[in-house]
């Protein structure tokens, strides 16, 4: 399925890549994402469309490889962005500042439309260079929730000028990502290998509940929540390990993967098809985790870790359905894993995905767009 | 590559230009140095001390091209291509020649896409002098391809006898492309045989060995012109059989040539029967297909360059030539083309050393004519990998590949974006590779974790563990700067830094004597392992441990625990008396916690505080510190008395 793929070198590194989100009753695939740059003298925020498959080769341009609509340059490395509706795309810079960005449909072109100054910051926030690196947003709109390196969580409301809720120091070491578990809990990553739900119905600044992994405390960098079980929850760490954790019990991982050889730095489940999987790594490969197929006599990549077989048993009652993440009979489930891109050289930093539509982008200064991801 | 560089803003007439090397750059400033009396003396202002030197800095770059935004994507996609090569070994023979002509039309496809955007970017571009720039970078882009193609058919490829005369007729029509705009002009004419260019267009096809496009032309020209019929026909079917080398191995270079031969005494007869006589535009065809030079030069302006003349030349007259006499008619063709005024230029001289097989000395001109190291770079490598290069060492450095390649690479290090790209090269440079990475990635600024990350995952897999440590440290005292404790500690652990390990556990120890309770528990709680990397951070470890069972009111083990921290010297003694003071409140528990055994060595662990104390430092000991030691031997005296009779009534019972 490579010759689906449409390359487009866009002389910036990406940090980040996403799709815009469909209408509710949309039933067409996307057709808009947008990037972030990292490491550039001058970072942009861009906005590209993939256009309609079957009017590709108008004006010339190769079908299918992505046309930038709009751009606008972006203080500080992008560290993470989300989109927060059809039109406005909340970005974390790595000077600590959290900007909304809006994208104006109807003439193309981008501004921002809400900014918080140094959300992000170390000791002094009035000092010239106090900013703390934001590494991590996610966004339930109106709600928008960033972590930074300075071990920050702030809650903000997308038309609040001030943050609705700050937890200093609600980490001691740097908090690398975030996403929401139910509207009024977060899971966040730490680099000491700790998963943490916090819950902003108590006013205690504590976290609910720690996870952590064993043994070396390897960092985690990424976590994605299953769409449909929320209690299913997939972490990706330093060593490239995929975690998977069932957060109603124990306090460590239900599995280890590998897969990746260096740091993984996104992991998402399918929104719509979370049987499907997708990390991506520094090394510069991109997985597709399958469990939807049963290939008992294919090889197995699965190797069990973290926790001894007797500990999770599916013995509890209301649990008909196992998912085939919590799965730990390495005999029975097999996971299928593809490596999407085969010659691989600089770090995979970001993908995203939606219905059939993979886009991904590199340090190699090149994104990638797949329109037929199940073909 | 040593073009002469003008410093913009500086005024080398009235002031000096001093410099310091770089990594990659050359840092100059002005200087009043040497000339100052001199200055003084005609500054009209006259303040006596003379203007004061201009207090800018310029940067010089080595290899500029690096930094033109549009040749990025030129090299990121060579990146790829270039890991590609070093990494696919193992064919031979064949398959390898057909390897290494793919990935050489590889860069060049490369070098095309990145040509078109520079063509677009140049016909979009308002600003003059913009569009003159990108304009520059189309011809320099257009001539490195024209440079690489030719080296690509003569080095790469080898093509022998027969295919080489073919491969050039392709690169001149690929190249030479001034004449495309006046064939469509004339193709798209309502009636092309009334052109005024017609004729021109018939020759430029001929020129180029475009046999079929010609002829149908021409038969234009006869279906418009029946009076000249016949003469059409012979023309028409000279073309149709002139032998062409053909790429299989059907036929041999001898039939070749007797073929060609036949051909030829056939042409010659029509021309000397004056069939063509009546008609100047089909005579001098006539002319040019027996390989006429005065007829073929006659067209010198149809063929623009000297090169293409010369292909035209060898079609026509030497179809079967070897590479190895390609010097002689490439020599004298330029010389013919040229005339006496005209001298070549860079680009000739480079074209002319590739046609007389100096590989170096195209490498070499190639590198003082091109402002890029980009070019030599990658074609250097390509050449090497076809085992051309072997023999020649340089005097200095290692080899001629690797030279060049620590030049581009170290260039990619000094961009702030494009350094990831310089790791690969320098991977591939055996001998000198090392240092030149080891140098270049300890000056990459750190700005974010992430980055640092990034730079400590090249290092990690290289085991440059220097650099490791030296990037650790740097985010570790970043972090204490900024009060982030947990994320210190974390730096000096993955750095195995036992030192910085240490001071930090000290600060945290600090905070808490000054506090009264602990920060970051969730990291000093989870340490792990990673706890033993030094004394005192296996110190802080245990110290929180103790608090935590002690908070759980596991007072027995508490106690053991604090008893083991003095007597096993795992404590520090500068905090034995905040331990002590700890072991208060547990000898005041209702119940008896420490047995005898353990009340004598908590009163020896005082004793020898207190000893010691009192040698050195005897004026110094305040009132609170006399009441603390009383206090203490106090509750120890108490809680002996209390635990002897414990003891005693239990053995007694």
Same mark, same amino acid.
């Given at each position: 399925?490579?010759?689906?793929?449409?390359?487009?070198?866009?002389?910036?590194?990406?940090?980040?890549?996403?799709?815009?989100?469909?209408?509710?009753?949309?039933?067409?695939?996307?057709?808009?994402?947008?990037?972030?740059?990292?490491?550039?003298?001058?970072?942009?925020?861009?906005?590209?469309?993939?256009?309609?498959?079957?009017?590709?080769?108008?004006?010339?341009?190769?079908?299918?490889?992505?046309?930038?609509?709009?751009?606008?340059?972006?203080?500080?490395?992008?560290?993470?962005?989300?989109?927060?509706?059809?039109?406005?795309?909340?970005?974390?810079?790595?000077?600590?500042?959290?900007?909304?960005?809006?994208?104006?449909?109807?003439?193309?072109?981008?501004?921002?439309?809400?900014?918080?100054?140094?959300?992000?910051?170390?000791?002094?926030?009035?000092?010239?260079?106090?900013?703390?690196?934001?590494?991590?947003?996610?966004?339930?709109?109106?709600?928008?929730?960033?972590?930074?390196?300075?071990?920050?969580?702030?809650?903000?409301?997308?038309?609040?000028?001030?943050?609705?809720?700050?937890?200093?120091?609600?980490?001691?070491?740097?908090?690398?990502?975030?996403?929401?578990?139910?509207?009024?809990?977060?899971?966040?990553?730490?680099?000491?290998?700790?998963?943490?739900?916090?819950?902003?119905?108590?006013?205690?600044?504590?976290?609910?509940?720690?996870?952590?992994?064993?043994?070396?405390?390897?960092?985690?960098?990424?976590?994605?929540?299953?769409?449909?079980?929320?209690?299913?929850?997939?972490?990706?760490?330093?060593?490239?390990?995929?975690?998977?954790?069932?957060?109603?019990?124990?306090?460590?991982?239900?599995?280890?993967?590998?897969?990746?050889?260096?740091?993984?730095?996104?992991?998402?489940?399918?929104?719509?098809?979370?049987?499907?999987?997708?990390?991506?790594?520094?090394?510069?490969?991109?997985?597709?985790?399958?469990?939807?197929?049963?290939?008992?006599?294919?090889?197995?990549?699965?190797?069990?870790?973290?926790?001894?077989?007797?500990?999770?048993?599916?013995?509890?009652?209301?649990?008909?359905?196992?998912?085939?993440?919590?799965?730990?009979?390495?005999?029975?489930?097999?996971?299928?894993?593809?490596?999407?891109?085969?010659?691989?050289?600089?770090?995979?930093?970001?993908?995203?995905?939606?219905?059939?539509?993979?886009?991904?982008?590199?340090?190699?200064?090149?994104?990638?767009?797949?329109?037929?991801?199940?073909? | 590559?040593?073009?002469?560089?003008?410093?913009?803003?500086?005024?080398?007439?009235?002031?000096?230009?001093?410099?310091?090397?770089?990594?990659?750059?050359?840092?100059?400033?002005?200087?009043?140095?040497?000339?100052?009396?001199?200055?003084?003396?005609?500054?009209?202002?006259?303040?006596?001390?003379?203007?004061?030197?201009?207090?800018?800095?310029?940067?010089?770059?080595?290899?500029?091209?690096?930094?033109?935004?549009?040749?990025?994507?030129?090299?990121?996609?060579?990146?790829?291509?270039?890991?590609?090569?070093?990494?696919?070994?193992?064919?031979?023979?064949?398959?390898?020649?057909?390897?290494?002509?793919?990935?050489?039309?590889?860069?060049?496809?490369?070098?095309?896409?990145?040509?078109?955007?520079?063509?677009?970017?140049?016909?979009?571009?308002?600003?003059?002098?913009?569009?003159?720039?990108?304009?520059?970078?189309?011809?320099?882009?257009?001539?490195?391809?024209?440079?690489?193609?030719?080296?690509?058919?003569?080095?790469?490829?080898?093509?022998?006898?027969?295919?080489?005369?073919?491969?050039?007729?392709?690169?001149?029509?690929?190249?030479?492309?001034?004449?495309?705009?006046?064939?469509?002009?004339?193709?798209?004419?309502?009636?092309?045989?009334?052109?005024?260019?017609?004729?021109?267009?018939?020759?430029?096809?001929?020129?180029?060995?475009?046999?079929?496009?010609?002829?149908?032309?021409?038969?234009?020209?006869?279906?418009?012109?029946?009076?000249?019929?016949?003469?059409?026909?012979? /023309?028409? +079917?000279?073309? $149709?059989?002139?032998?062409?080398? @053909? #790429?299989?191995?059907?036929?041999?270079?001898? *039939?070749?040539? %007797?073929?060609?031969?036949?051909?030829?005494?056939?042409?010659?007869?029509?021309?000397?029967?004056?069939?063509?006589?009546?008609?100047?535009?089909?005579?001098?065809?006539?002319?040019?297909?027996?390989?006429?030079?005065?007829?073929?030069?006659?067209?010198?302006?149809?063929?623009?360059?000297?090169?293409?003349?010369?292909?035209?030349?060898?079609?026509?007259?030497?179809?079967?030539?070897?590479?190895?006499?390609?010097?002689?008619?490439?020599?004298?063709?330029?010389?013919?083309?040229?005339?006496?005024?005209?001298?070549?230029?860079?680009?000739?001289?480079?074209?002319?050393?590739?046609?007389?097989?100096?590989?170096?000395?195209?490498?070499?001109?190639?590198?003082?004519?091109?402002?890029?190291?980009?070019?030599?770079?990658?074609?250097?490598? /390509?050449? +090497?990998?076809? $085992?051309?290069?072997?023999?020649? @060492? #340089?005097?200095?450095?290692?080899?001629?590949? *690797?030279?060049? %390649?620590?030049?581009?690479?170290?260039?990619?290090?000094?961009?702030?974006?494009?350094?990831?790209?310089?790791?690969?090269?320098?991977?591939?440079?055996?001998?000198?590779?090392?240092?030149?990475?080891?140098?270049?990635?300890?000056?990459?600024?750190?700005?974010?974790?992430?980055?640092?990350?990034?730079?400590?995952?090249?290092?990690?897999?290289?085991?440059?563990?220097?650099?490791?440590?030296?990037?650790?440290?740097?985010?570790?005292?970043?972090?204490?700067?900024?009060?982030?404790?947990?994320?210190?500690?974390?730096?000096?652990?993955?750095?195995?830094?036992?030192?910085?390990?240490?001071?930090?556990?000290?600060?945290?120890?600090?905070?808490?004597?000054?506090?009264?309770?602990?920060?970051?528990?969730?990291?000093?709680?989870?340490?792990?392992?990673?706890?033993?990397?030094?004394?005192?951070?296996?110190?802080?470890?245990?110290?929180?441990?103790?608090?935590?069972?002690?908070?759980?009111?596991?007072?027995?083990?508490?106690?053991?625990?604090?008893?083991?921290?003095?007597?096993?010297?795992?404590?520090?003694?500068?905090?034995?008396?905040?331990?002590?003071?700890?072991?208060?409140?547990?000898?005041?528990?209702?119940?008896?916690?420490?047995?005898?055994?353990?009340?004598?060595?908590?009163?020896?662990?005082?004793?020898?505080?207190?000893?010691?104390?009192?040698?050195?430092?005897?004026?110094?000991?305040?009132?609170?510190?006399?009441?603390?030691?009383?206090?203490?031997?106090?509750?120890?005296?108490?809680?002996?008395?209390?635990?002897?009779?414990?003891?005693?009534?239990?053995?007694?019972?």
């Amino acid at each position: 399925a490579m010759e689906e793929v449409c390359a487009r070198f866009v002389s910036q590194k990406i940090s980040k890549a996403r799709w815009r989100p469909l209408p509710a009753a949309a039933l067409q695939p996307p057709d808009l994402f947008a990037t972030g740059s990292w490491d550039n003298e001058d970072n942009r925020l861009s906005v590209w469309s993939v256009g309609d498959a079957g009017n590709g080769g108008l004006g010339g341009e190769y079908q299918g490889e992505p046309q930038l609509l709009c751009d606008i340059r972006h203080n500080g490395d992008v560290m993470d962005m989300q989109f927060l509706d059809q039109e406005r795309i909340v970005v974390a810079s790595s000077t600590g500042t959290v900007t909304v960005f809006r994208h104006h449909q109807n003439n193309q072109t981008l501004s921002a439309s809400h900014r918080w100054e140094k959300a992000h910051y170390h000791v002094d926030r009035d000092a010239s260079c106090g900013g703390a690196a934001c590494t991590g947003v996610v966004c339930n709109n109106p709600e928008i929730v960033t972590v930074g390196e300075d071990g920050r969580i702030n809650l903000f409301r997308a038309d609040q000028k001030d943050a609705v809720r700050t937890i200093d120091n609600a980490d001691s070491s740097t908090l690398h990502a975030v996403t929401f578990l139910r509207t009024t809990e977060i899971l966040t990553v730490n680099s000491i290998g700790q998963l943490k739900i916090w819950d902003f119905r108590q006013q205690r600044n504590e976290p609910s509940q720690i996870f952590s992994l064993t043994g070396d405390r390897v960092p985690l960098h990424c976590v994605d929540r299953h769409p449909n079980q929320q209690h299913i929850v997939a972490t990706g760490g330093q060593d490239g390990m995929l975690s998977i954790w069932d957060i109603r019990q124990g306090t460590m991982p239900v599995s280890l993967l590998n897969a990746h050889e260096a740091e993984m730095w996104e992991v998402h489940f399918h929104p719509s098809n979370p049987d499907h999987l997708f990390t991506c790594s520094e090394d510069g490969s991109l997985w597709h985790w399958d469990t939807s197929t049963d290939i008992s006599d294919k090889p197995s990549f699965l190797h069990q870790g973290g926790r001894s077989t007797t500990y999770f048993s599916h013995s509890t009652i209301n649990q008909s359905v196992v998912s085939a993440w919590l799965s730990n009979d390495p005999t029975k489930d097999r996971m299928e894993i593809t490596n999407l891109i085969p010659n691989q050289t600089l770090s995979v930093n970001t993908l995203d995905i939606l219905g059939p539509c993979l886009v991904y982008g590199t340090d190699a200064e090149a994104i990638y767009v797949n329109r037929q991801l199940f073909a | 590559p040593p073009l002469p560089q003008v410093v913009p803003g500086a005024d080398p007439a009235s002031r000096q230009l001093c410099f310091e090397w770089g990594p990659a750059e050359v840092l100059v400033c002005e200087t009043l140095f040497g000339r100052g009396p001199a200055l003084t003396g005609s500054d009209a202002a006259g303040s006596g001390e003379g203007k004061p030197g201009s207090s800018c800095v310029f940067v010089v770059r080595r290899d500029q091209d690096i930094y033109i935004q549009t040749l990025r994507k030129l090299f990121n996609e060579s990146h790829g291509i270039f890991v590609g090569l070093q990494r696919c070994e193992g064919l031979a023979g064949r398959a390898r020649r057909a390897q290494l002509v793919q990935v050489s039309k590889n860069y060049r496809s490369v070098i095309r896409a990145c040509m078109e955007d520079m063509h677009q970017a140049a016909v979009s571009a308002r600003d003059p002098a913009l569009h003159s720039q990108y304009s520059t970078q189309v011809s320099i882009l257009s001539a490195m391809e024209l440079i690489w193609n030719l080296c690509e058919i003569l080095f790469v490829e080898a093509a022998a006898a027969g295919p080489l005369l073919l491969r050039l007729l392709d690169w001149v029509r690929l190249h030479v492309c001034d004449v495309d705009n006046m064939v469509r002009e004339v193709l798209s004419s309502e009636n092309p045989s009334k052109h005024k260019l017609f004729w021109d267009v018939v020759d430029v096809f001929v020129l180029q060995g475009r046999m079929d496009e010609a002829r149908h032309l021409l038969s234009k020209e006869a279906s418009a012109n029946p009076t000249s019929m016949t003469m059409y026909r012979i /023309l028409d +079917d000279l073309m $149709k059989k002139m032998p062409v080398p @053909n #790429l299989g191995n059907t036929q041999t270079l001898t *039939e070749m040539e %007797l073929k060609w031969q036949h051909w030829h005494e056939e042409c010659q007869r029509y021309l000397q029967d004056g069939t063509f006589a009546s008609n100047s535009h089909m005579e001098s065809i006539c002319k040019i297909l027996l390989g006429d030079e005065n007829a073929i030069l006659e067209k010198k302006e149809l063929m623009t360059t000297w090169y293409h003349f010369l292909v035209t030349r060898l079609l026509y007259s030497h179809p079967t030539v070897k590479p190895m006499e390609l010097r002689f008619y490439a020599q004298s063709s330029m010389d013919m083309f040229l005339g006496e005024e005209g001298s070549p230029e860079p680009l000739d001289t480079i074209l002319m050393a590739a046609f007389e097989f100096e590989l170096h000395q195209v490498i070499k001109e190639c590198s003082i004519a091109l402002s890029n190291w980009w070019f030599v770079a990658h074609l250097t490598d /390509l050449l +090497d990998h076809c $085992k051309l290069l072997q023999s020649h @060492n #340089l005097y200095f450095g290692s080899n001629m590949r *690797e030279f060049l %390649l620590l030049e581009y690479a170290s260039g990619l290090f000094s961009h702030h974006s494009l350094w990831q790209l310089g790791v690969d090269y320098f991977d591939h440079c055996p001998e000198f590779g090392r240092v030149y990475l080891e140098l270049h990635i300890e000056r990459i600024p750190l700005n974010t974790e992430q980055k640092a990350l990034k730079v400590l995952r090249i290092c990690e897999q290289r085991q440059m563990h220097e650099q490791v440590r030296s990037i650790c440290k740097i985010m570790a005292m970043k972090a204490l700067r900024n009060n982030r404790l947990g994320s210190a500690l974390s730096w000096s652990i993955r750095a195995k830094d036992a030192a910085f390990a240490t001071l930090i556990s000290d600060r945290f120890l600090k905070d808490y004597c000054e506090r009264g309770c602990f920060s970051d528990l969730d990291l000093i709680d989870n340490l792990g392992p990673s706890m033993l990397l030094s004394d005192r951070l296996t110190f802080l470890g245990k110290y929180r441990e103790f608090h935590r069972l002690y908070g759980e009111k596991r007072f027995s083990e508490a106690a053991k625990l604090l008893l083991m921290l003095m007597t096993a010297h795992i404590a520090p003694c500068s905090f034995w008396m905040t331990l002590l003071t700890d072991a208060l409140p547990l000898l005041e528990q209702k119940e008896v916690i420490f047995s005898a055994e353990q009340t004598y060595e908590l009163m020896r662990c005082l004793e020898d505080l207190t000893a010691g104390k009192s040698e050195k430092q005897e004026f110094q000991n305040d009132d609170v510190e006399t009441m603390k030691v009383e206090m203490l031997r106090l509750a120890l005296a108490r809680n002996l008395a209390r635990v002897i009779v414990k003891e005693g009534t239990l053995e007694g019972s």
